[in-house]
Nanobody
């Protein structure tokens, strides 16, 4: 089992920045961020492989969001810059240990067994 606790959400104006944090109760091979906007399906945003720090990020946030980790603290971060109203969503941290080839499947929510409760990010125009 892995318990995940997110923090760092909030309300900002467009163009602003936020940093989300996710603390895990133990090391996990993959940790990432997913988001769900009202009326929309949950989508993968960014994932990091803990052993080699490889990352996979969706196109819509490339150049604006950065995922990183602090292995000693079993913590993953999502630095979000130049936020847009369309980034408004509940952001969830997820973790899993099952090995997988590098690629888009890293953002497949069905591959993640452990989830946090979520933290709300609201971006106003």
């Amino acid at each position: 089992q892995v318990q995940l606790v997110e923090s760092g959400g909030g309300s900002v104006q467009a163009g602003g920045s936020l940093t989300l944090s996710c603390a895990a109760s133990r090391f996990a091979n993959y940790m990432g961020w997913f988001r769900q906007a009202p009326g929309k399906a949950r989508e993968g945003v960014a994932v990091i492989g803990a052993t080699d720090s490889r990352t996979f990020v969706i196109d819509s946030v490339k150049g604006r969001f950065t995922i990183s980790q602090h292995n000693a603290k079993n913590t993953v971060y999502l630095q979000m810059n130049n936020l847009k109203p369309e980034d408004t969503a509940m952001y969830y941290c997820a973790a899993d240990d099952e090995c997988r080839p590098y690629g888009g499947d890293w953002l497949n929510e069905a591959r993640y067994h452990y989830w946090g409760q979520g933290t709300q990010v609201t971006v106003s125009s």
